[in-house]
């Protein structure tokens, strides 16, 4: 189903407004990516579903995040949208999107947070929405000076970076240095500073 403004006018009725193509997307999905609040507005008017979700569990907000679209985001928020809608494959709300795609603007990071997204609301890998953009700012996969907008926007929201990998990353390393000390990694080191003590006090 591909989405034309004049065809919309023309065509579109209340009967079909909900007709979904094979991957599970309404007329509302694909203009939220591409037309302006004007015609999102309407046709939300005309009973197209705010939070319908495609096969994939991604609703007309996340792929309005994906547009980088400010105005369509408030659109959908003021509509009604579910702020903390998580997609089915990877359970990232729409802030989560906000924040992988980096560009997306600390404005619509902004919006989502003030309408009530959980800055720390943990993914299916157990990412918060603030470890994608750590994880964009690591790799330069977006504008610096935005991300460390909304970094800080985040951090002041009592936003954390947390994911699972980095977690268990740490506790390999913590289990793997008391490992060490229990083998006698240590125990040279330990041995000279106790003869030089000895040393010392034969003097």
Not at 43 to 61: C, F, H, Q, S, W
Not at 83 to 111: D, M, R
Not at 116 to 129: D, F, I, R, S
Request: with cysteine; hydrophobic share 35%; net charge neutral.
């Amino acid at each position: 189903m591909s989405f034309s403004k004049s065809k919309f006018f023309k065509e579109v009725s209340s009967k079909d407004i909900n007709k979904r193509n094979e991957e599970g997307e309404t007329i509302l999905h694909q203009a939220v990516e591409i037309s302006d609040y004007t015609t999102v507005r309407l046709l939300i008017k005309k009973g197209a579903e705010v939070n319908a979700r495609d096969k994939n569990g991604y609703t007309p907000l996340h792929c309005a995040v994906f547009a980088k679209s400010l105005e369509n985001v408030k659109v959908l928020l003021r509509e009604g949208a579910e702020v903390n809608a998580t997609q089915y494959v990877s359970g990232c709300t729409p802030l989560h999107s906000a924040c992988k795609i980096g560009g997306a603007g600390v404005e619509i990071i902004k919006e989502l947070v003030k309408a009530g997204a959980e800055v720390n609301q943990l993914n299916k890998y157990g990412a918060t929405p603030m470890y994608y953009i750590w994880e964009s700012e690591k790799y330069s996969l977006c504008d610096s000076k935005e991300s460390e907008k909304a970094s800080k926007f985040l951090r002041e929201k009592g936003g954390v970076i947390k994911n699972r990998e980095l977690t268990c990353y740490g506790i390999e390393r913590l289990v793997g240095e008391i490992a060490d000390m229990l083998n006698g990694s240590y125990l040279p080191e330990l041995k000279i500073i106790e003869i030089e003590e000895i040393r010392k006090r034969d003097k």
